[in-house]
């Protein structure tokens, strides 16, 4: 058992969100990173411009993956932008219904983020199986990058009506190895405490986090021995 859960947490992918240059995301994809996060939602401090996201997703290798990141924005529009960029993954980290979702999945990979506020419930994530769930904290005043950490134990549980689950809100490189022991995600995505500012990586904490998160089975048990 121990074995095969080492295998599948190699096989864990992990997330840096809110890419801004191509220094940052070539960074990144030597550190090991499998996706990074260009950011279209006009309002958040990490927003880019469709022209500078496909100026940094053309320098990425082929082993990092570059995803826009849309709130709430008209299908067309995100098709548009997406065949702009040269996009196969899209975030969708608004109210998008499960229609929605399944419309652009005829043409994109989507990963759905869910916000876990008072009335969240494990079962929601089962309305969007042609999605992978990325769980993320929730914070009235803005979409995402709260910082705050999420309740563990309602992802853990989320996982089970999940196709993929990718954890967000508040991880670290200090408590990333207690997230993945504790709900065993698919994937881990991180922003801002990976950041100096907003939108300005930490390029020593990205390379942190990534070794904690590849690492995550023989730190953890290096810590209960």
Not at 71 to 95: C, F, K, N, W, Y
Not at 148 to 168: C, H, N, P, Q, Y
Request: aromatic residues 6%; charged residues 25%; proline residues 4%.
């Amino acid at each position: 058992m121990a074995t095969q859960s080492r295998r599948d947490r190699m096989m864990m992918k992990i997330k840096i969100c809110g890419i801004t240059n191509s220094k940052e995301a070539l960074t990144c994809a030597a550190a090991g990173v499998d996706m990074i996060g260009l950011n279209f939602y006009e309002e958040s401090p990490r927003y880019i411009r469709p022209d500078r996201a496909r100026s940094i997703a053309r320098t990425l290798p082929s082993t990092t993956q570059a995803v826009g990141i849309f709130v709430d924005t008209p299908v067309e529009e995100i098709r548009r932008v997406a065949r702009d960029v040269g996009l196969r993954m899209v975030q969708l980290h608004g109210s998008e219904s499960p229609e929605m979702c399944a419309e652009l999945a005829h043409d994109f990979e989507i990963i759905k983020a869910l916000r876990i506020d008072g009335g969240f419930y494990a079962q929601r994530a089962s309305v969007y199986p042609m999605c992978t769930i990325l769980l993320d904290t929730y914070d009235e005043r803005i979409a995402g990058g709260t910082g705050d950490v999420g309740d563990w134990e309602l992802a853990r549980a989320t996982k089970k009506f999940a196709s993929r689950l990718i954890l967000a809100g508040g991880l670290s490189p200090e408590n990333v190895v207690r997230a993945i022991a504790t709900v065993d995600p698919d994937g881990v995505d991180v922003c801002s405490s990976v950041e100096s500012a907003p939108g300005v990586k930490d390029l020593r904490r990205v390379c942190q986090f990534v070794a904690a998160a590849r690492n995550a089975d023989k730190i953890g048990a290096a810590r209960l021995g």
